[in-house]
């Protein structure tokens, strides 16, 4: 509750009695100079005291009386309140009485309306205290290190004001409400959104007239009973006698717009409309909870959204893609805020701004240094956790000085320094070596499908009490975190700057990624399979469960599992011995038919043997393939002896890593990046080849003069989306640009003169994301896709509209313009006649992908149909019949996700585009039998677009790492331009890379 400070004249003494004790009733801490307990005691100094305590307080209740009025004292608290900040209640105790009070402040009368008095000051300290209070007790650290800033210190969060005012004003905004989405807060990892939201935007919807805040939650693997904890300790505030166990019923049956309503007409202080929910790392959704939880989860947000909740969500960029196709969420509309890392200018004020309100100096030196070690809000984490490290132990009046810094190892040096002392502690309160150790704290890591390292809470109870001691040294330290969830003490990681930043832990976690991988998708399993009854059917098997036990190094020993690199869950503990069991039951079934087809295996290798090639070929594809991939090693820092390198391998022997390492590294040589601030969703070549259209989530679409596609230049920018644009398109005459966004609308740009572009109309009827948009071949009908399980047909003007069971995620047409085909998560393609748009009919549906399908590309001839899907595949059909079409091949390679295909012109290449961090092509000459040709790598996120030029020569690509690249896809072009644009490739270099063949540079 609030800490108020009461401001009195002696002579009013009872009357300061009297408000103490209705602000003690309502459990105020309190401070009263003449209280014989927390009051000023004989003998202290009066003068500190009374400083020190206006400092703690969050709130001065002023007793205005005439003798108030002549009191020095009185006037200094005043003035002392309202200079810091703190909020300033004066309350009428004398009839008749002018003070300067009364005119500048809403006040309480006791003289008129005594009765009242009591709830509307209870009120006023309640709200505050929602806010975060206004205090600062002395000597309390200004700067909470690794962990977030929360609520409560808010009066310490600096740099941010801008951004939130911005948030704040998007949830006041009607036109923003209207779209019932959730706001996500999408930056970089350590660049603050969670204390954005956390101390920046909380605190000031906390007292917004209306408004009841939650405090934040974070998903974990059962979002909905973290909302329900919250919901319930907000209504045990007002006069709502509500359990855990009650709001969970209440949302199972009732769901959430129902209670919200209950609970917002039940807060003090009056009814309000709006409830803010704020979820914070929305990732956890993707990497920790099960699917299951996680649909529940987004069923139970969903209908409370146009009102009375509003929900707003903090999100690492990398997390945005899978969270816009993930089956299991896309029933959520999402509104983007961008959140840049600090600018160096402002790294300044957040290490100024909390250290003078702790009454702390810092040398002016130091914080020069501390601002060139930092180099970019980037590094904030460790400037946090550095400046914690500074302030231990400096009490008020003290100063952060350069001498500590440089004992701590600056800013880089403070974490691992930390570190590697709780390690040692950890070590010696356990009697286990370090390396033991490490391998705890592997217990709290996660690694993606991308190889991104994340934390994972654990329950508490779960972890063996060896490891226990070491964690709470950690903890102690603050380099670990420990919380309540489901009535039960988890642990987890302070911030993700430790997995990254701290050799040790950083070098376990690398090593040991693929056993960590494999547990997180192990325990979501046995998650699941606990969560329905234990069904046989569920347990994993043979390939799958043969991954987990070799990536986890488990395996039974005398009927116990035994596990050799991470440690599991009981659950999933469980989980994997019944697997084991239940897979060598099957095995001893199977032994007579795997007797057979060892021998039929024996039979194929001697038939193999005798008709093998030359041992000479044999070498020249081994060699080819490895300095291929030795070219792609040291394409970073030597890609012009990378290049040289491809190339010899493609001559040696042209296989396909070859291939693939050749164009990859010419890409790094022809440097034929476009940056962008954000990710780039959509590539889109013109017509006639001179210009590229990039959409990105910095809300813009980009012209790109292209007509050298190794020395693109900047052209005009499409500006008047509100949110990400996620597609681009150009009609067939090259003159008008589609372009679809979050923002629910598609807008159309005159692009006649790509220098200067301007708008030309803006397309509304979607009721969310717009995915997708393609032109009909006469350019008079355009097809959009939408999150809101809709198609639309546009017969400028005028849409027509075409359904889908699920979210809609592309649209294309057939060369001929009379068959549209559309993709969606209802793991789907479909086919419609369009030859009238306004009355467009069913013609098939295409069935067979495993997961939700989210592109369709038809060839050049219209003969056949490309589709991607969240099943890692892309598959080819023969639709020259649209009624009745039928599957040709499936393309298999792609580790992730396939997010689109685009064919070539001459119809005989594909290329795909995947999460996996790769583009490939394929050669479909003949669709019943493609085969792989090379596989593009150099992009760092997800490839989220491909398009070829018109001529076929370049291919353009998107990506999530902020960049679009052009790749030169013809094989013989991409070696002229090698011997043309890099030195030879000398004999040193050669006898390095290819020791035993003869010396033969590629470009001679």
């Known amino acids: 509750m609030a800490r108020v400070f009461i401001s009195y004249a002696s002579a009013d003494l009872a009357a300061a009695q009297e408000v103490r004790r209705w602000l003690e009733a309502d459990r105020h801490e309190v401070f009263l ?112 290190g690794l962990r977030p800033f929360d609520i409560e210190q808010h009066r310490v969060f600096f740099g941010r004001a801008s951004e939130t005012g911005e948030l704040a004003e998007l949830l006041r905004s009607p036109a923003e409400g209207a779209k019932a989405a959730v706001l996500l807060v999408v930056g970089p990892s350590g660049c603050g959104k969670s204390s954005l939201v956390r101390a920046g935007l909380g605190p000031v919807m906390a007292q917004e007239p209306g408004w009841l805040t939650l405090p934040p939650i974070l998903p974990s693997t059962d979002p909905v009973a973290a909302l329900a904890r919250e919901l319930a300790t907000a209504a045990r505030r007002g006069d709502l006698d509500w359990t855990l166990d009650h709001v969970h019923h209440q949302l199972a049956t009732r769901g959430l717009v129902g209670l919200a309503d209950e609970l917002l007409l039940a807060t003090p202080g009056g009814p309000r409309r709006q409830l803010l929910i704020m979820v914070d790392q929305v990732e956890e959704l993707l990497t920790q909870t099960p699917p299951a939880q996680r649909a529940q989860f987004a069923e139970l947000l969903r209908p409370a959204l146009p009102a009375p909740v509003r929900v707003v969500g903090t999100l690492r960029p990398e997390f945005l ?38 009454g702390i100096d810092v040398e002016d030196h130091l914080v020069a240094r501390l601002v060139e070690d930092t180099g970019t809000g980037e590094a904030l984490p460790l400037l946090a956790f550095t400046l914690a490290q500074l302030a231990q132990g400096v009490r008020r009046g003290g100063q952060l000085s350069t001498a500590r810094y440089d004992q701590l190892g600056g800013v880089q040096g403070a974490l691992a320094r930390q570190a590697d002392a709780a390690l040692a502690q950890a070590s010696a309160a356990s009697g286990r070596g370090q390396e033991q150790v490490i391998a705890g704290l592997l217990r709290l890591v996660t690694v993606d499908e991308q190889g991104r390292p994340n934390r994972w809470r654990v329950p508490r109870d779960e972890v063996p009490e060896p490891v226990t001691r ?137 038939f193999a043997f005798t008709q093998q090639r030359t041992a000479q070929h044999q070498r020249d594809i081994a060699v080819s393939r490895q300095v291929a991939g030795q070219a792609l090693e040291i394409s970073a820092i030597n890609p012009a002896l990378a290049a040289q390198l491809a190339l010899a391998a493609y001559q040696i022997a042209p296989t396909t890593e070859a291939r693939s390492s050749l164009l990859s590294t010419a890409v790094t040589t022809y440097a034929t990046r476009l940056d962008y601030t954000s990710f780039v969703l959509s590539v889109a070549f013109s017509p006639d080849g001179r210009t590229l259209a990039t959409g990105s989530a910095d809300d813009t679409a980009r012209l790109w003069d292209v007509h050298d596609p190794h020395q693109p230049t900047p052209l005009g920018t499409l500006t008047g989306h509100t949110n990400t644009v996620t597609s681009v398109a150009f009609s067939p005459d090259g003159r008008t640009v589609a372009t679809t966004s979050l923002d629910r609308t598609v807008r159309l740009w005159d692009v006649s003169d790509p220098h200067q572009p301007h708008p030309l109309s803006t397309l509304t009827g979607h009721t969310n994301t717009v995915t997708s948009v393609a032109f009909s071949p006469n350019g008079r009908t355009l097809a959009t896709a939408s999150l809101d399980r809709t198609a639309r047909l546009w017969a400028l003007p005028g849409p027509i509209v075409v359904g889908h069971t699920d979210t809609v995620f592309s649209v294309a047409f057939s060369p001929d313009g009379r068959t549209l085909a559309t993709a969606s998560l209802d793991r789907t393609a479909r086919l419609w006649d369009v030859r009238d748009p306004y009355h467009p009919y069913p013609l098939s549906t295409l069935t067979g992908h495993t997961n939700g399908v989210i592109s369709v590309t038809f060839s050049p001839d219209g003969h056949t149909l490309a589709t991607t899907s969240n099943d890692r595949t892309a598959r080819l059909w023969d639709v020259r019949d649209p009624h009745q079409p039928h599957p040709l091949s499936t393309l298999t390679g792609h580790t992730q996700a396939v997010r689109s295909a685009t064919f070539s012109p001459d119809g005989r290449t594909v290329a795909t585009a995947s999460y996996d961090h790769t583009a490939r092509l394929w050669d479909v000459s003949d669709p019943h039998q493609p085969h792989p040709l090379s596989t593009l790598t150099g992009h760092t996120n997800t490839v989220t677009s491909a ?53 033969r540079p590629p470009c001679d």
């Open 947 to 999: 398009a070829f030029s018109p001529n076929g020569h370049t291919l353009a690509t998107a990506s999530a790492d902020t960049t679009a690249r052009l790749w030169e896809t013809n094989v013989d072009r991409v070696a002229a331009r090698i011997c043309r644009i890099t030195p030879a490739i000398t004999k040193i270099e050669w006898d390095q890379y290819l020791p035993g063949l003869g010396y």
């Open 33 to 144: 100079a003449q209280d014989l307990r927390e009051g000023i005691a004989p003998g202290e100094q009066w003068r500190s005291r009374l400083q020190e305590r206006l400092r703690w307080a969050d709130a001065v209740v002023s007793v205005v009386t005439s003798a108030a009025a002549a009191s020095p004292w009185c006037a200094y608290e005043i003035s002392t309140a309202l200079s810091r900040g703190s909020r300033l209640i004066p309350i009428l105790a004398e009839p008749g009485v002018t003070h300067a009070l009364l005119t500048d402040l809403q006040h309480l009368d006791l003289t008129r309306d005594r009765a009242s008095v009591p709830a509307a000051l209870a009120e006023a300290l309640r709200r505050l205290d929602a806010a975060g209070g206004l205090g600062w007790e002395d000597d309390r650290s200004p700067f909470p």
């Open 321 to 358: 893609d899978p969270l816009l196709a993930d089956t299991t969420l896309a029933s959520l509309p999402t509104s983007i805020y961008p959140l840049r890392p600090l600018h160096r200018e402002a790294l300044r004020l957040v290490i100024e701004g909390p250290a003078r309100l702790a």
């Open 470 to 606: 070491e964690l709470d040294v950690f903890v102690t330290r603050r380099l670990l975190t420990t919380d309540t969830e489901n009535n039960s003490v988890v642990v987890g990681v302070a911030h993700e700057a430790i997995l990254t930043a701290w050799a040790p832990l950083a070098q376990a976690i690398d090593e040991n990624a693929a056993a960590l991988r494999a547990r997180r998708a192990l325990e979501q399993a046995a998650t699941e399979w606990n969560d329905e009854g234990s069904p046989p059917t569920r347990l994993w098997e043979r390939g799958h469960l043969a991954a987990a036990l070799t990536d986890t190094g488990a395996h039974l020993q005398t009927g116990e599992l035994v596990t050799d690199r991470v440690e599991l869950s009981p659950t999933a503990r469980t989980f994997l011995r019944a697997s084991i069991r239940r897979d060598r039951v099957q095995r001893r079934r199977a032994i007579t038919v795997l007797s057979v087809l060892l021998a039929l295996a024996v039979v194929a290798a001697g």
